[in-house]
């Protein structure tokens, strides 16, 4: 009973911790910039109280979508990271390193490419739509790695990094051709969507990513007890009279689903999908029901510190955030390697 306590208290520890740390990076992220707030220009603008118009402008129009969109996006890379490395066994998975991302930036790239001079490519409908095409070409990619993984019916996660390579290298060959046929207006877009950034936030791109994120996350959480009990071999589970492959598939869409609308309007942003989870099981330990909703909360302020680390390090330049994790994840994607390999 006593240890009981002890554990529901560390939880909850973590959880407070972690919230704390969003809460802190949402309001750095709202006072600096080019324009300095102080914390009462933040909170009175925010309760309406401040009465000027430029600090409306300043955080509604341009630092607050920004925030909000990075948070959305990192906790759907976190859970959906958490949910791949549990239905392949694999602590190396990752939607970015299995080609997902790659799959979802080809088909939005080609989206914006034919229809570059019917559709503007800031406009509403276009980014409305450019979640759909994401969400396809994740859905492609999942597709043919999870088939080109196979050996005799059943999936072997020791294929998954290799195939997911070779898959992004090839999504990614025919991005990079695309992308140089489109005008200079659109390749400097894209080049900057395909680097991972928020730099071109708006509530527009939340609009068209929540309802995938509020349909699709409580969906993952409200199946931690499955993404536990597939741990266990299919045969295992067959016996206990689970449909195995339905189960699987469904999260595997649902995580892709998230991961795919997110990128579609962010770009790609990678390695959040691979650290959370890590992070998260330390924390909490194995079982999903504490770890899956601590990976969102942790890939949600992954995302936001690296973002804030992106606009003032290196100002009056700014890095995109997915250069920022990108910097971060190689080293500790290295780390995991080596240290899988040694056991």
Same mark, same amino acid.
């Given at each position: 009973?006593?240890?009981?306590?002890?554990?529901?208290?560390g939880y909850a520890a973590v959880i407070g911790c972690t919230l704390a740390?969003?809460?802190?990076?949402?309001?750095?992220?709202?006072?600096?910039?080019?324009?300095?707030?102080?914390?009462?220009?933040?909170?009175?603008?925010?309760?309406?109280?401040?009465?000027?118009?430029?600090?409306?402008?300043?955080?509604?129009?341009?630092?607050?979508?920004?925030?909000?969109?990075?948070?959305?996006?990192?906790?759907?890379?976190?859970?959906?990271?958490?949910?791949?490395?549990?239905?392949?066994?694999?602590?190396?998975?990752?939607?970015?390193?299995?080609?997902?991302?790659?799959?979802?930036?080809?088909?939005?790239?080609?989206?914006?490419?034919?229809?570059?001079?019917?559709?503007?490519?800031?406009?509403?409908?276009?980014?409305?739509?450019?979640?759909?095409?994401?969400?396809?070409?994740?859905?492609?990619?999942?597709?043919?790695?999870?088939?080109?993984?196979?050996?005799?019916?059943?999936?072997?996660?020791?294929?998954?990094?290799?195939?997911?390579?070779?898959v992004t290298t090839g999504f990614s060959a025919v991005t990079l051709y695309?992308?140089?046929?489109?005008?200079?207006?659109?390749?400097?877009?894209?080049?900057?969507?395909? *680097? +991972?950034?928020?730099?071109?936030?708006?509530?527009? @791109?939340?609009?068209? !990513?929540? &309802?995938? %994120?509020?349909?699709? #996350?409580?969906?993952?959480?409200?199946?931690?007890?499955?993404?536990?009990?597939?741990?266990?071999?299919?045969?295992?589970?067959?016996?206990?009279?689970?449909?195995?492959?339905?189960?699987?598939?469904?999260?595997?869409?649902?995580?892709?689903?998230?991961?795919? *609308? +997110?990128?579609?309007?962010?770009?790609?942003?990678? @390695?959040?999908?691979? !650290?959370? &989870?890590? %992070?998260?099981?330390? #924390?909490?330990?194995?079982?999903?029901?504490?770890?899956?909703?601590?990976?969102?909360?942790?890939?949600?302020?992954?995302?936001?510190?690296?973002?804030?680390?992106?606009?003032?390090?290196?100002?009056?330049?700014?890095?995109?955030?997915?250069?920022?994790?990108?910097?971060?994840?190689?080293?500790?994607?290295?780390?995991?390697?080596?240290?899988?390999?040694?056991?």
């Open positions: 009973m006593r240890n009981a306590k002890k554990t529901t208290a740390a969003i809460a802190g990076m949402v309001l750095l992220g709202l006072m600096t910039g080019e324009m300095k707030l102080s914390i009462g220009d933040v909170l009175g603008t925010l309760l309406g109280n401040q009465g000027q118009s430029d600090y409306d402008i300043v955080i509604f129009q341009f630092r607050l979508p920004r925030i909000v969109l990075g948070a959305l996006l990192g906790a759907a890379l976190g859970m959906s990271g958490a949910v791949v490395q549990s239905l392949t066994r694999n602590p190396l998975a990752d939607p970015g390193i299995l080609g997902i991302h790659a799959g979802a930036g080809m088909f939005v790239i080609l989206f914006m490419f034919v229809f570059q001079d019917l559709i503007p490519s800031t406009g509403r409908l276009a980014v409305m739509l450019m979640p759909l095409f994401g969400v396809a070409g994740g859905v492609l990619a999942a597709l043919t790695i999870f088939m080109l993984a196979r050996n005799k019916g059943h999936l072997e996660p020791q294929k998954l990094i290799l195939v997911g390579i070779a695309v992308s140089l046929k489109m005008n200079p207006h659109d390749f400097e877009r894209a080049a900057m969507w395909l *680097a +991972g950034s928020l730099n071109s936030a708006n509530w527009i @791109f939340i609009v068209s !990513i929540l &309802p995938w %994120m509020v349909v699709l #996350l409580p969906y993952l959480f409200c199946k931690t007890r499955v993404l536990d009990l597939l741990r266990l071999g299919d045969d295992n589970l067959i016996g206990l009279g689970m449909s195995v492959q339905r189960e699987r598939n469904l999260l595997l869409f649902a995580s892709v689903g998230v991961v795919t *609308a +997110g990128v579609a309007v962010a770009g790609s942003i990678g @390695f959040v999908g691979l !650290i959370a &989870p890590h %992070m998260a099981m330390r #924390l909490t330990g194995l079982a999903h029901r504490r770890s899956l909703p601590i990976s969102g909360l942790l890939g949600a302020a992954l995302v936001l510190i690296s973002d804030y680390v992106g606009r003032t390090v290196f100002s009056p330049s700014e890095l995109p955030v997915g250069v920022v994790l990108s910097i971060v994840g190689v080293p500790y994607f290295v780390w995991l390697m080596w240290s899988r390999s040694r056991r």
